[in-house]
Each structure stands twice: as structure tokens, then as C-alpha cells.
């Protein structure tokens, strides 16, 4: 199994119904953004997949739908609040669309990290990954 990790900033503001917290007034964060593929296979190349292929789909997703958007008015977060835990799995799910329609290799997103400040993240692994690439583990 291979993996890579590419990294992204993008400024974006939110606003969060929580109940007596201080999210609940607009507020903005400058996330941080890693996104990790993973894959069984090198290329002829010998790489799993080419870094400029995996960025220009993450950036695709950050920097085109989020990058400096207040994040409440966007689609994608019509229904659901645009918490970091839901923004790392938007950018997860959006960024495979990507992959699967552009790349000729076998990567999946296996895991999106989205920071909001240097001490605090959200993590999130897409639901079976190990299985879209053959493995008995899923997570």
C-alpha cells in the first residue's frame, strides 16, 4: 500500500448553531488543509500517481468551492452546518469525484484533515476505502 499527502490553505468564514458557544457568531478561520491518497499500485512510472494530478483536484475543490466563501451560503452546507468535521468530508467526497474521473490510476482519498486553527482538527476517513481498493480492512 502507498501513500501520498498533499497540503492547502484557504480562508473561509462560518457560522455555527451551538448553543452557548462562541461559534455561533460569524467568525472566520485560515484552515489548513491535508488531503492523503492511498493505492496498491506504482504506475509504469513508478509512482502511485503524479503530486500535480492529486493537487490540482484538491485545488480544485478548496481553492475553486471554499476559498474565501462564507461557507454557510454554499450548496454543499444548505441543509447541515459547515462544521470542520463536514468540510473535510465534503472535501474528500468532491476531490474523489475528481480522481475518479481524471486519473487512470487506482487512488482513493483515504483520509482529510481540516484544521482550523494550529492546535484543532477534523479528521475524516471516507467510509470503505479499503474496500474500493481490494482489502478486507475498511474503515
Same mark, same amino acid.
Given at each position: 500500500?502507498?501513500?501520498?499527502?498533499?497540503?492547502?490553505?484557504?480562508?473561509?468564514?462560518?457560522?455555527?448553531?451551538?448553543?452557548?458557544?462562541?461559534?455561533?457568531?460569524?467568525?472566520?478561520?485560515?484552515?489548513?488543509?491535508?488531503?492523503?491518497?492511498?493505492?496498491?499500485?506504482?504506475?509504469?512510472?513508478?509512482? $502511485?500517481?503524479?503530486?500535480?494530478?492529486?493537487?490540482?483536484? /484538491?485545488?480544485? *475543490?478548496?481553492?475553486? =468551492?471554499? @476559498?474565501?466563501?462564507?461557507?454557510?451560503?454554499?450548496?454543499?452546507?444548505?441543509?447541515?452546518?459547515?462544521?470542520?468535521?463536514?468540510?473535510?468530508?465534503?472535501?474528500?467526497?468532491?476531490?474523489?469525484?475528481? $480522481?475518479?474521473?481524471?486519473?487512470?490510476?487506482?487512488?482513493? /482519498?483515504?483520509? *482529510?484533515?481540516?484544521? =482550523?486553527? @494550529?492546535?484543532?482538527?477534523?479528521?475524516?476517513?471516507?467510509?470503505?476505502?479499503?474496500?474500493?481498493?481490494?482489502?478486507?480492512?475498511?474503515?
Amino acid at each position: 500500500m502507498f501513500e501520498l499527502k498533499v497540503t492547502t490553505h484557504f480562508a473561509g468564514a462560518h457560522q455555527l448553531a451551538m448553543v452557548g458557544q462562541k461559534c455561533e457568531n460569524l467568525h472566520g478561520h485560515n484552515w489548513h488543509v491535508e488531503v492523503h491518497v492511498r493505492g496498491k499500485q506504482l504506475n509504469g512510472a513508478g509512482v $502511485l500517481a503524479d503530486f500535480g494530478d492529486i493537487k490540482r483536484a /484538491v485545488r480544485a *475543490v478548496v481553492d475553486g =468551492e471554499l @476559498d474565501h466563501k462564507y461557507l454557510n451560503e454554499l450548496s454543499a452546507f444548505e441543509s447541515e452546518q459547515p462544521t470542520s468535521e463536514r468540510i473535510a468530508m465534503y472535501i474528500a467526497h468532491r476531490v474523489q469525484e475528481i $480522481l475518479d474521473r481524471d486519473l487512470e490510476e487506482n487512488v482513493i /482519498v483515504s483520509k *482529510v484533515m481540516s484544521w =482550523e486553527s @494550529d492546535d484543532a482538527c477534523a479528521i475524516y476517513y471516507p467510509k470503505g476505502y479499503g474496500s474500493r481498493l481490494g482489502d478486507s480492512e475498511t474503515v
